[in-house]
């Protein structure tokens, strides 16, 4: 690699970004410590980081402020991606990094694990010492802010990793103050950034304290980036464009050729890999009861363990079993899977004629044909029976939550079931993962970000994805086949900004979502818009005022004009049709004319606008002006309320057959995105004020590639 970042505005959105040294020797000692990437893969990553940086305020400016956003998948390695940031940021005298680990102290170990590895502290292959790691949880204030300060002017470069927590931040702040480097170019990192950081009490004009404290630690510094690090981006882009955490700038972080996401599990062949559970068989907590699938999937989970061993794999064959949030419930389930390996352990030593082996011989036969689905180079039944009893040997149940130390240790038996909750929901690496077990989800409409944090099975699986199998309920099997097409959302309109040099802070923030989801916690994005796509949304009231009436007629003759038209009979009905109008002019006269107290959701014919122009797709519009030769008489209230319908139904008392027979306006052109124009009198008190008439409009637009628009509008 070169100096230089000619190719990091190559999509020509380089808006005041800095030129970022790519060879020092900290970026050279983690491409090294990359070493189970491909060299192409080690460039993209430096080559990311380098995008991130070059976005950040340049160290050798008189100072900034400025956030940012980095987005890749789950279990996609982000880690690696933000160590190369720091890595760079030390080579571009970025030389104080904050790294926020996470809300609970293990998930910090792991992260400051990660780090002093690949920098590589402690392990005796540094022949220097320039970099120096300080954590909030290990002997923080065993150096004093003089002796920080020092450090800093002698040219080390200082990491440190800290919890997200109210108390640990506001040591971070008054650290890096007493110490007098608030002025110095400094980076924040904020691993797992829509957790826990941004506000949760918006509705009440409050600051949650993390927040509050993350805020006033940016704030205290003079050049600063801060940046959050996430693979579920929703609450970080539909939180307030003022909110100082809302980013400045965006990075998407792809993940490698070995990477096996959404769209391996859940894109067209979901059916081979994902296991829907029977809804009406017992379940996993209820009673003294195991489900017959949960069997089932043990017999998977071994048989894949004995088909690695005949690959030469030796690594661990793992799985997990997701019942529950409650600590309760996981000692359970551990206490029914150890009776369940010690029956079949001894079992695998009866006699082949026993009810014991006969029986884990059915479940083991269940695994063997469900695998052999997918894995071309099944090996002969009986060498599965052949091989049980060893790896029923080499196995172990462990409960990994906040009451447990989640640091797995892979090298006690080579086959691990993990039992879990909220700890393995986000964070928590898990290597080697083959066969998953989960059936919790929240019974009313979910929270994209949250459901989506729970794939686990994500990850580098592609070296024996052939034996990977999630065993869900059919709402969670729904649910990630659904959140496929909204992450696609999310990172197409990212791309769609970045190519069409349009800032983040401008970008719309409009994502399709299925139904049945919520797009983050209320508490953070209290006020979502929601667009629902075909159907209808009509004007519900009206503005009588004879100038803004003038204004608005000659603003739609205005338009209208230009444009030819057709006199349209449908039935015994005649309306005038315009095709092919720009629906951003129709936008500018909504804008202007429909928005205050008349009753009409503008923000449809807007989303509408908008998803046309990330599709790639023209966004025109048929604009018909409903019974064009006889107008309409509608009835209003005293607030100038229609009383009846806007729209007219189909005839009464006439067949289909009939030719004068009327679908109703609903019914018109029901493949076009369209915009009735209804020319109504007002009847107000039983009078007709048949000297106004009065553009009453009607929306609609089918559904396309998107059924429900979330977002902020």
Same mark, same amino acid.
């Given at each position: 690699?070169?100096?230089?970042?000619?190719?990091?505005?190559?999509e020509?959105?380089?808006?005041?970004?800095?030129?970022?040294?790519?060879?020092?020797?900290?970026?050279?000692?983690?491409?090294?410590?990359?070493?189970?990437?491909?060299?192409?893969?080690?460039?993209?990553?430096?080559?990311?980081?380098?995008?991130?940086?070059?976005?950040?305020?340049?160290?050798?400016?008189?100072?900034?402020?400025?956030t940012?956003?980095?987005?890749?998948?789950?279990?996609?390695?982000?880690?690696?991606?933000?160590?190369?940031?720091?890595?760079?940021?030390?080579?571009?005298?970025?030389?104080?990094?904050v790294?926020?680990?996470? $809300?609970?102290?293990?998930?910090?170990?792991?992260?400051?694990?990660?780090?002093?590895?690949?920098?590589?502290?402690?392990?005796n292959?540094?022949?220097?010492?320039?970099?120096?790691?300080?954590?909030?949880?290990?002997?923080?204030?065993?150096?004093?802010?003089?002796?920080?300060?020092?450090?800093?002017?002698?040219?080390?470069?200082?990491?440190i990793?800290a919890?997200?927590?109210?108390?640990?931040?506001?040591?971070?702040?008054?650290?890096i +103050?007493?110490?007098?480097?608030?002025?110095?170019?400094?980076?924040?990192?904020?691993?797992?950034?829509?957790?826990?950081?941004?506000?949760?009490?918006?509705?009440?004009?409050?600051?949650?304290?993390?927040?509050?404290?993350?805020?006033?630690?940016?704030?205290?510094?003079?050049?600063?980036?801060?940046?959050?690090?996430?693979?579920?981006?929703?609450?970080?882009?539909l939180?307030?464009?003022i909110?100082?955490?809302?980013?400045?700038?965006?990075?998407?972080?792809?993940?490698?050729?070995?990477?096996t996401?959404?769209?391996?599990?859940?894109?067209?062949?979901?059916?081979?890999?994902?296991?829907?559970?029977?809804?009406?068989?017992?379940?996993?907590?209820?009673?003294?009861?195991?489900?017959?699938?949960?069997?089932?999937?043990?017999?998977?989970f071994?048989?894949?363990?004995?088909?690695?061993?005949?690959?030469?794999?030796?690594?661990?064959h793992?799985?997990?079993?997701?019942?529950?949030?409650?600590?309760?419930?996981?000692?359970?389930?551990?206490?029914?899977?150890?009776?369940?390996?010690?029956?079949?352990?001894?079992?695998?030593?009866?006699?082949?004629?026993?009810?014991?082996?006969?029986?884990?011989?059915?479940?083991?036969?269940?695994?063997?044909?469900?695998?052999?689905?997918?894995?071309?180079?099944?090996?002969?039944?009986?060498?599965?029976?052949?091989?049980?009893n060893?790896?029923?040997?080499?196995?172990?149940?462990?409960?990994?939550?906040?009451?447990?130390?989640?640091?797995i240790?892979?090298?006690?038996?080579?086959?691990?079931?993990?039992?879990g909750?909220?700890?393995?929901?986000?964070?928590?690496?898990?290597?080697d993962?083959?066969?998953?077990?989960?059936?919790?989800?929240?019974?009313?409409?979910?929270?994209?970000d949250?459901?989506?944090q729970?794939?686990r099975?994500?990850?580098?699986r592609?070296?024996?994805f052939?034996?990977?199998?999630?065993?869900?309920?059919?709402?969670?099997?729904?649910?990630?086949s659904?959140?496929?097409?909204?992450?696609?959302?999310?990172w197409?309109?990212?791309?769609?900004?970045?190519?069409?040099?349009?800032?983040?802070?401008?970008?719309?923030r409009?994502f399709?979502?299925?139904?049945n989801?919520?797009?983050?916690?209320?508490?953070?994005?209290p006020?979502?818009?929601?667009?629902?796509?075909?159907?209808? +949304?009509?004007?519900?009231?009206?503005?009588?005022?004879?100038?803004y009436?003038?204004?608005?007629?000659?603003?739609?003759?205005?338009l209208?004009?230009?444009?030819?038209?057709?006199?349209?009979?449908?039935?015994?009905?005649?309306?005038?049709?315009?095709?092919k109008?720009?629906?951003?002019?129709?936008?500018?006269?909504?804008?202007?004319?429909?928005?205050?107290?008349?009753?009409?959701?503008?923000?449809?014919?807007?989303?509408?606008?908008?998803?046309?122009?990330?599709?790639?797709?023209?966004?025109?519009?048929?604009?018909?002006k409903?019974?064009?030769?006889?107008?309409?008489e509608?009835?209003?209230?005293d607030?100038?309320?229609?009383?009846?319908?806007?729209m007219?139904?189909?005839?009464?008392?006439?067949?289909?057959?009939?030719?004068?027979?009327?679908?109703?306006?609903r019914?018109?052109?029901?493949?076009?995105?369209?915009l009735?124009?209804?020319?109504?009198?007002?009847?107000?008190?039983? $009078?007709?004020?048949?000297?106004?008439?009065?553009p009453?409009?009607?929306f609609?637009?089918?559904? $396309?590639?998107?059924?429900?628009?979330?977002?902020?509008?």
């Open positions: 690699m070169r100096k230089g970042i000619v190719e990091l505005c190559e020509n959105n380089c808006f005041d970004n800095w030129e970022v040294y790519l060879d020092g020797k900290e970026t050279s000692r983690i491409k090294k410590n990359l070493n189970y990437m491909s060299e192409d893969e080690k460039f993209e990553t430096i080559l990311t980081a380098a995008k991130i940086l070059s976005n950040c305020p340049s160290p050798n400016s008189s100072g900034g402020k400025k940012g956003l980095a987005i890749g998948k789950i279990q996609s390695g982000k880690t690696s991606n933000f160590i190369s940031l720091m890595a760079l940021a030390f080579d571009n005298n970025y030389n104080i990094i790294v926020f680990g996470g $809300t609970k102290n293990n998930l910090l170990s792991q992260t400051e694990e990660r780090i002093r590895k690949m920098f590589d502290i402690d392990n292959k540094r022949d220097d010492r320039d970099v120096v790691v300080l954590s909030t949880t290990n002997k923080f204030d065993s150096i004093s802010p003089e002796q920080l300060n020092r450090m800093y002017n002698s040219g080390r470069k200082i990491i990793v919890l997200k927590h109210q108390k640990h931040i506001k040591n971070v702040k008054s650290y +103050t007493d110490a007098n480097l608030d002025k110095k170019p400094i980076l924040l990192i904020d691993d797992e950034g829509d957790q826990a950081s941004l506000n949760a009490k918006v509705l009440h004009n409050e600051k949650t304290v993390i927040y509050n404290e993350l805020l006033q630690l940016k704030d205290g510094l003079n050049h600063v980036c801060f940046i959050s690090i996430t693979a579920t981006p929703q609450a970080n882009l939180i307030d464009t909110d100082s955490l809302s980013p400045d700038f965006c990075q998407l972080v792809e993940p490698g050729k070995e990477y996401g959404g769209s391996m599990f859940h894109g067209d062949n979901q059916d081979f890999y994902v296991i829907e559970l029977p809804e009406d068989e017992t379940e996993m907590l209820e009673g003294d009861g195991v489900p017959e699938s949960f069997y089932n999937s043990l017999g998977v071994f048989v894949g363990s004995i088909i690695r061993k005949f690959r030469n794999d030796g690594k661990n793992v799985m997990l079993i997701h019942p529950s949030q409650k600590k309760f419930d996981h000692k359970e389930v551990e206490k029914k899977v150890n009776l369940i390996l010690e029956n079949w352990l001894n079992s695998s030593e009866q006699d082949h004629s026993e009810n014991g082996y006969q029986k884990l011989s059915e479940y083991l036969k269940y695994g063997y044909d469900e695998l052999s689905r997918t894995v071309d180079d099944m090996p002969e039944f009986q060498l599965i029976l052949d091989n049980i060893d790896q029923l040997n080499d196995s172990r149940v462990l409960v990994v939550n906040s009451d447990k130390n989640t640091d240790d892979y090298y006690k038996t080579r086959n691990i079931i993990i039992v909750g909220n700890l393995v929901e986000r964070g928590l690496t898990i290597n993962l083959a066969v998953t077990y989960i059936v919790r989800r929240s019974k009313s409409r979910a929270n994209a949250v459901v989506e729970r794939a099975w994500f990850g580098y592609k070296k024996y052939d034996l990977c199998r999630v065993y869900c309920t059919k709402q969670i099997k729904e649910d990630f659904n959140l496929l097409s909204h992450e696609d959302d999310i197409g309109w990212i791309k769609y900004c970045k190519k069409n040099n349009i800032r983040i802070k401008d970008m719309p409009l399709e979502l299925d139904n989801l919520n797009p983050t916690r209320k508490a953070v994005v006020n979502v818009d929601e667009i629902k796509f075909g159907i209808w +949304t009509e004007q519900k009231k009206i503005n009588i005022n004879k100038n009436l003038l204004e608005l007629n000659n603003a739609w003759n205005d209208l004009s230009k444009y030819e038209y057709n006199d349209v009979t449908y039935g015994n009905l005649t309306h005038r049709k315009y095709i109008i720009p629906l951003s002019d129709i936008n500018a006269i909504i804008s202007k004319y429909y928005i205050n107290d008349i009753g009409f959701n503008y923000k449809y014919p807007y989303a509408v606008e908008q998803r046309n122009i990330q599709d790639g797709a023209n966004p025109c519009v048929t604009v018909l409903m019974r064009i030769k006889s107008g309409e509608r009835s209003f209230d607030n100038n309320s229609i009383t009846s319908n806007l007219q139904g189909h005839s009464q008392n006439r067949y289909i057959s009939d030719p004068l027979y009327y679908p109703g306006d019914y018109i052109c029901l493949n076009e995105t369209q009735q124009i209804h020319l109504v009198h007002p009847r107000i008190k039983d $009078t007709v004020l048949s000297d106004i008439i009065i009453m409009i009607a609609y637009s089918p559904v $396309t590639n998107a059924k429900r628009i979330i977002g902020r509008l």
